[in-house]
């Protein structure tokens, strides 16, 4: 992929982009897309081999990229990535909060410890990772960050009871800093993808039960594409998007739509 003319409301040039959870799945495909909309893209991964041989593809596409490795739930580890980012890019204009983990389980089957992984997770290190991205973009008072919510993020589903209790937290959040960061010129905003096709949901797209219940509920009768992420994404990470705050694009093909 190479970098292609895009109106100037959409270009990324310039911009410094730190995708969590991007060396796989949705968060690749945001990565592929900023850019080749001129953004320097971060690509980060808790493995270092796998988020340097992303960047690798990437820098080897003719595309801006630098990879960081570290655990979004480890405080110390957060602390050395935005200080490497400091050093190495001297600015953070995007975050973009994608990284999450899941336990497909009711109340009954989750221990202690699976309920903190996936509230540490999904909404403790999404705070703090705005927090510490929103202090180098309030020198600059310029900022977008964006979290990846999910479809349950608006609706909940019997036997999977965590995750969508911090998808609905993130949009909460998400609003919170609208309010609270629009002054230093920082936006914040969300995007709930449904149920698209990337590795981390091959299992359930491949069940007759889950692809008779996507024919007959969702109004377009397929999965998303990973590669449709991708223009909501820039948009709301561009000037196109410079009155949009507060808001969550929800992603799902007109599912939740219809019932």
């Not at 992929?1 to 690749?28: E, Y």
């Not at 590795?199 to 109004?219: A, G, S, V």
């Amino acid at each position: 992929m190479h970098k292609q003319a895009v109106p100037d409301s959409f270009s990324l040039q310039g911009r410094v982009a730190l995708i969590t959870g991007s060396s796989q799945g949705l968060g690749l495909e945001i990565a592929r897309g900023y850019a080749a909309a001129g953004a320097k893209v971060i690509v980060h991964g808790r493995s270092s081999a796998k988020a340097a041989q992303v960047c690798e593809q990437l820098s080897a596409a003719g595309l801006d990229a630098d990879w960081l490795a570290f655990d979004i739930a480890d405080g110390a580890g957060r602390t050395q990535a935005f200080d490497a980012i400091q050093a190495r890019h001297g600015r953070l204009d995007i975050l973009v909060n994608n990284a999450g983990v899941r336990a497909r389980s009711p109340l009954a089957e989750l221990s202690e410890a699976d309920i903190h992984r996936v509230v540490g997770t999904n909404l403790l290190a999404a705070i703090e990772m705005s927090r510490l991205a929103a202090a180098l973009m309030r020198k600059r008072q310029y900022g977008r960050i964006i979290n990846i919510t999910s479809l349950q993020g608006r609706l909940a589903r019997s036997g999977d009871f965590i995750y969508p209790i911090t998808k609905q937290a993130l949009e909460a959040m998400t609003r919170v800093a609208a309010v609270e960061l629009g002054k230093d010129g920082i936006l914040c905003n969300a995007i709930a993808p449904g149920t698209f096709a990337t590795e981390f949901n091959r299992e359930l797209t491949t069940k007759r039960e889950n692809i008779e219940t996507m024919q007959r509920r969702n109004p377009l009768r397929r999965w998303g594409e990973p590669s449709e992420i991708v223009g909501p994404a820039i948009f709301l990470a561009s000037a196109a998007a410079s009155y949009v705050n507060g808001h969550t694009i929800v992603l799902d093909g007109g599912y939740s739509a219809s019932f």
